[in-house]
């Protein structure tokens, strides 16, 4: 158990996959949730108020558009507003786009960027202040596998993520001093909807089955044959958060079932 009451934690991404996963792991440990995506208004207003009674903690929503700088500064000042700071920060939001790099359109290759990895810059710049400020704070941006290794037709999502892994490195040797830990977890593949979708074009591309595709995609990447899970990831943001992580800082860590290993 680590106890985070007290403490808020803004997710970008939230509505749904790894960052909804990663933000009931971090509301269960007592931390007020700032959420943040797309989705059905109903959806995430039973999200909101779930999350809210079941681990008594404060939830509010803000639909900032990750690919908009703007939006994201008044996300994150009204969150410091609400909450006085946020102490936690989960850099989630992502989307994908797969194509050689000759057919790839370059307003793809700038929206992958933007919410990939610019949204990452523009939520640690405003949240730093206040995190200095309380002498505590912790940065977990969610790269993957594709931050340490390549995989063909994905040039923005492998740039961006390596990206991520960067950034990461340069928040923590800046904050270093200041109670202040960023690091970057490297999941391989979690049958999350993003996932999904390449999982089904890959069962249409090569006329397979949905099992056969989901093992074909999982099992060339991950020795372990088996996908990450949205909890596991949970776990391991909020084991992030504890005193036991407190050295942990400017790491890529690897969540992947021994892809990176190989």
């Given at each position: 158990?680590?106890?985070?009451?007290?403490?808020?934690?803004?997710?970008?991404?939230?509505?749904?996959?790894?960052?909804?996963?990663?933000?009931?792991?971090?509301?269960?440990?007592?931390?007020?949730?700032?959420?943040?995506?797309?989705?059905?208004?109903?959806?995430?207003?039973?999200?909101?108020?779930?999350?809210?009674?079941?681990?008594?903690?404060?939830?509010?929503?803000?639909?900032?558009?990750?690919?908009?700088?703007?939006a994201i500064e008044t996300m994150m000042k009204k969150a410091e507003a609400e909450f006085g700071a946020v102490d936690i920060l989960v850099n989630n939001a992502g989307i994908q786009h797969t194509a050689n790099l000759e057919d790839f359109p370059a307003e793809r290759w700038d929206a992958v960027i933007a919410i990939n990895l610019s949204s990452a810059f523009h939520t640690t710049h405003h949240a730093l202040p206040a995190m200095k400020r309380r002498g505590w704070g912790r940065i977990l941006n969610v790269a993957s596998a594709h931050g340490l290794v390549a995989s063909v037709q994905k040039s923005a999502y492998v740039a961006a993520k390596h990206g991520i892994v960067g950034l990461t490195k340069v928040t923590a040797l800046e904050t270093a001093r200041d109670g202040i830990t960023a690091n970057a977890i490297c999941p391989g593949w979690v049958l999350t909807p993003l996932v999904q979708k390449q999982i089904d074009a890959l069962a249409e591309r090569e006329s397979l089955t949905a099992a056969a595709a989901r093992e074909k995609l999982i099992?060339?990447?991950?020795?372990?044959?088996?996908?990450?899970?949205?909890?596991?990831?949970?776990?391991?943001?909020?084991?992030?958060?504890?005193?036991?992580?407190?050295?942990?800082?400017?790491?890529?860590?690897?969540?992947?079932?021994?892809w990176t290993a190989q």
């Open positions: 158990m680590t106890d985070l009451s007290g403490k808020t934690a803004l997710v970008t991404g939230s509505t749904s996959g790894i960052g909804e996963a990663i933000a009931r792991a971090l509301a269960a440990q007592g931390a007020d949730i700032v959420l943040n995506g797309f989705g059905e208004e109903a959806a995430i207003a039973r999200l909101k108020t779930g999350l809210a009674e079941e681990h008594g903690v404060k939830v509010v929503y803000d639909g900032a558009d990750m690919s908009r700088p703007a099992g060339e990447k991950m020795p372990s044959g088996e996908p990450v899970t949205p909890e596991q990831i949970g776990a391991f943001a909020v084991f992030l958060c504890s005193p036991a992580a407190e050295r942990i800082t400017g790491a890529a860590l690897p969540i992947d079932g021994g």
